[in-house]
Nanobody
Framework: QVQLVESGGGMAQPGGSLRLSCAKS????????MAWFRQAPGKEREFVAS????????YYTDSVKGRFTISRDNAKNSVYLQMNDLEPEDTAVYYC?????????????????GGQGTQVTVSS
């Protein structure tokens, strides 16, 4: 059974940084495309970033390009989201997802496994 556990959320000031981590249980972590999604209060869930199984390909939504970086360590069965230059609009619950699809998939349903989410709050 695939389990994902997110960590690293919290509070930050505008312009600050946070790093989210997601650990996946089970074998064959490198077989999975990994992604981060987020959902802000009163808004629809949205795709944030994704990374291919070998870590060589990444994809970002426009609003986070240049500020967020997704990476993975297959030896540690983990994926990360480094968030810099945070904005209040980044406030949301962030979800880690795993799937067998292409790294450019931005649809939630393309990723069959997910964690409980971690809260990120950006406020002065």
């Amino acid at each position: 059974q695939v389990q994902l556990v997110e960590s690293g959320g919290g509070m930050a000031q505008p312009g600050g940084s946070l790093r989210l981590s997601c650990a996946k249980s089970g074998r064959t972590f490198a077989d999975y495309t990994m992604a981060w999604f987020r959902q802000a209060p009163g808004k629809e869930r949205e795709f944030v970033a994704s990374i291919s199984g070998n870590g060589l390909r990444t994809y970002y939504t426009d609003s986070v390009k240049g500020r967020f970086t997704i990476s993975r360590d297959n030896a540690k069965n983990s994926v990360y989201l480094q968030m810099n230059d945070l904005e209040p609009e980044d406030t949301a619950v962030y979800y880690c997802r795993a799937g067998r699809g292409a790294f450019w998939d931005t649809d939630w349903s393309a990723y069959g496994y997910g964690g409980q989410g971690t809260q990120v709050t950006v406020s002065s």
